[in-house]
């Protein structure tokens, strides 16, 4: 059974139910019902029409839990509007699920939690590591999340907003996590920059072509994680860089910043430097200055610690890294990284150990624990 056939068709097998009538938590279960049950039939007998199919079952599904109601008038006006048999629309309804889940009765980040959990197929411990929250406080957020909808008519779109942060979160784990969503991201950022004329919309889409431009020398053939100042520049898809330099510039020239435009600024001024070396690290430095007063984000005052060891040398990086929760997602590893600079090797095996200890991916913990071996080993020379 193609998984990733099953992948694609469920965000629109979702909102079919939603528009007949069905209450977004029912809807959800009902089609994680008719899932189970492709899994189960499809392999001895796989139907010509997939989507028709588990819109079917799913529909079906969710009548029988209808029927549990004690809404006899409800559940009667149901299924008269059951869906026709014959192969189902081939629209992708993938982005307008996404808006419809952004409902205003939600807040933007439970908003984005349930559009995570539910379109784009993260699991509850990849959105916490998002949010830099335990696990079990973002479980609570999405069950919360999904009691206030449920029952709600989804006829009311959100925010571009949150549909924007729901996009970037999404590439962010397809780019660098254990589920492969990039390319899907990209798309769906090309569609709503086709459909809305609004430059973060703009900022978003060069953000992600230029980091995607990057992926092909992230990684050594042996799956191993490639820093940036060690990639293969002549990998990089240049293609792919002029056009997000494009559509980003035509944003910026509209004079309104928002913080996905700052982003692709870094993202554009890395991927404009013909070597690591050349990287000009005083604008990148701007840059993120001017993203930590329109976010107040701490991960961006880390990684501007580190453009400001760049720019003015390790110790003023590391000044500015001690302003800082040392709990911060890969607080260590740029702490490891600056007193390696700095010419503190035992320091900085130290803190790439116990950064590895806590990363977020194999290929991170991988290469953080290399720089410890290889510093340890240095030492002992």
């Known amino acids: 059974m193609d998984e990733a056939l099953v992948r694609s068709l469920t965000p629109g097998v979702l909102t079919i139910l939603v528009r007949r009538g069905a209450d977004f938590a029912a809807a959800e279960d009902a089609v994680q019902d ?11 007998a796989p139907p010509r029409d997939p989507k028709g199919w588990l819109v079917t079952v799913a529909w079906r599904k969710f009548l029988d839990q209808a029927r549990a109601d004690s809404a006899r008038r409800r559940r009667e006006d149901l299924v008269e509007d059951e869906p026709p048999p014959g192969p189902s629309p081939g629209a992708d309804d993938t982005l307008q699920l996404y808006f419809l889940c952004a409902h205003p009765s939600l807040t ?45 008519r989804f006829d009311r779109p959100g925010d571009v907003a949150t549909v924007l942060r729901v996009l970037y979160l999404v590439f962010n784990e397809g780019y660098s996590g254990d589920v492969d969503l990039a390319a899907e991201a990209i798309r769906l950022t090309r569609q709503l920059a086709a459909a809305i ?5 703009a900022g978003l889409l060069a953000l992600m072509l230029l980091h995607h431009a990057r992926r092909a020398s992230r990684t050594a053939p042996d799956g191993s994680l490639v820093p940036l100042a060690e990639q293969d520049r002549g990998r990089w ?19 309104r910043l928002g913080e996905f435009q700052a982003q692709a600024a870094v993202a554009a001024l890395h991927a ?22 329109l976010t107040d984000s701490p991960v961006v005052r880390l990684n501007r610690a580190v453009a400001l060891g760049e720019a003015d040398g390790p110790r003023a990086g590391l000044a500015a890294l001690a302003a800082l929760d040392d709990s911060l ?21 130290r803190l ?30």
């Not at 004329?197 to 919309?201: R, S, T």
């Not at 056009?243 to 035509?250: D, F, K, P, R, V």
């Not at 997602?329 to 740029?334: F, L, S």
């Not at 990363?359 to 080993?377: G, K, S, V």
């Open 34 to 44: 008719a899932l189970i049950e492709a899994f189960r039939v499809w392999p001895a």
């Open 108 to 152: 933007p980040s439970s908003a984005v939690a349930l559009t995570l959990r539910a379109v784009g197929g993260l699991t509850t411990r990849q959105i916490a590591r998002a949010y830099l929250v335990p696990e079990a406080t973002m479980a609570q957020r999405i069950s919360r999340a999904k009691r206030t909808v449920s029952g709600v």
């Open 197 to 201: 004329d609004h430059p973060e919309v």
């Open 237 to 255: 898809d240049t293609r792919m860089i002029a056009e997000g330099i494009g559509i980003l510039q035509a944003a910026l020239a509209r004079d």
């Open 272 to 293: 404009d430097a013909p070597t690591a070396r050349e990287t000009d690290w005083v604008q990148i430095v701007e840059w993120y200055d001017e993203l930590a007063r």
């Open 329 to 349: 997602p890969r607080y260590a590893a740029v702490a490891a990284y600056l007193h390696e600079r700095d010419g503190d090797p035992d320091t900085a095996a």
């Open 352 to 381: 790439y150990a116990e950064a590895a200890r806590t990363a977020p991916n194999l290929a991170e913990r991988d290469y953080l624990t290399r720089q410890a071996a290889r510093l340890n080993a240095a030492r002992r020379r």
